[in-house]
């Protein structure tokens, strides 16, 4: 079945630097575009980075531009969220995320804690 097994985050001063990891099982990964969302207490979820099958393109929230970068590794079925320039409002619970289509459904990470905290 399908699986995204999330290691990273923490807690790190502001303008620090993390980066989340995302191991993907079950599917065929290279076959699909992935996405790291992220929730903050008392928010909606939100999306804050795409990449495709390929990497070769990639796509950012306004808040995160400039500062997180998201690649994929297609030979070890794996995802990342470089984060830098850490502010305290990137303060939430981070998600990977694949949308496998209205028949077989979306999935996602069990979730990693960023704090973002001096």
């Known amino acids: 079945q399908v699986q995204l097994v999330q290691s990273g985050g923490g807690l790190v001063q502001p303008g620090g630097s993390l980066r989340l990891s995302c191991a993907a099982s079950g599917f065929t990964f290279r076959t699909y575009p992935m996405r790291w969302y992220r929730q903050a207490p008392g928010k909606e979820r939100e999306l804050v980075a795409y990449?495709?099958?390929?990497?070769?393109?990639?796509d950012y929230a306004d808040s995160v531009k400039g500062r997180f970068t998201i690649s994929r590794d297609n030979a070890k079925n794996a995802l990342y969220l470089q984060m830098n320039s850490l502010k305290p409002e990137d303060t939430a619970v981070y998600y990977c995320?694949?949308?496998?289509?209205?028949?077989?459904?979306?999935?996602w990470g069990q979730g990693t804690q960023v704090t973002v905290s001096s």
């Open positions: 995320n694949v949308n496998r289509g209205p028949v077989i459904g979306t999935f």
């Open positions: 990449i495709d099958m390929t990497g070769a393109n990639t």
